[in-house]
């Protein structure tokens, strides 16, 4: 079975106070993330919908610490690693990621 794109869009991931930018998609069997700058160690990531147990609203901050944007979601995988992306429009994000 291939992989359906439902929705990609320019994300920030962010990890403390470290940011970088990439496309972020979501198709019918996984989520995600190519950064622009690789060099920065973030990404690529990957992500199996059926290893997702939670997503969330969340804030975008300023060094890690003072939030600037509350336009971000949290993914929660099964072995609790929680990772962080600014996106446009999260409530709608999170809507197709939980379907």
Same mark, same amino acid.
């Given at each position: 079975?291939? !992989?359906?794109?439902?929705?990609?869009?320019?994300?920030?991931?962010? /990890?403390? !106070?470290?940011?970088? #930018? *990439?496309? @972020? &998609? +979501?198709?019918?069997?996984?989520?995600? @993330? =190519?950064? +622009?700058?690789?060099?920065? *160690?973030? *990404? $690529?990531?990957? @992500?199996?919908?059926?290893?997702?147990?939670?997503?969330?609203?969340?804030?975008?901050?300023?060094?890690?610490?003072? $939030?600037?944007t509350?336009d =971000?979601?949290?993914?929660?995988?099964? #072995?609790?690693?929680?990772?962080? @992306?600014?996106?446009?429009? $999260?409530?709608? &994000?999170?809507?197709?990621?939980? /379907?």
């Open positions: 079975m291939h !992989a359906i794109t439902i929705k990609s869009t320019i994300a920030t991931i962010q /990890q403390g !106070a470290i940011k970088a #930018d *990439g496309k @972020f &998609w +979501l198709t019918n069997t996984d989520i995600h @993330f =190519a950064p +622009l700058n690789a060099q920065f *160690g973030l *990404g $690529p990531y990957m @992500f199996a919908r059926c290893e997702i147990v939670k997503v969330s609203k969340c804030s975008g901050k300023v060094s890690g610490i003072l $939030p600037c509350h =971000a979601i949290e993914i929660v995988l099964k #072995d609790g690693n929680k990772y962080q @992306f600014i996106v446009s429009n $999260p409530i709608e &994000w999170i809507k197709l990621i939980n /379907q």
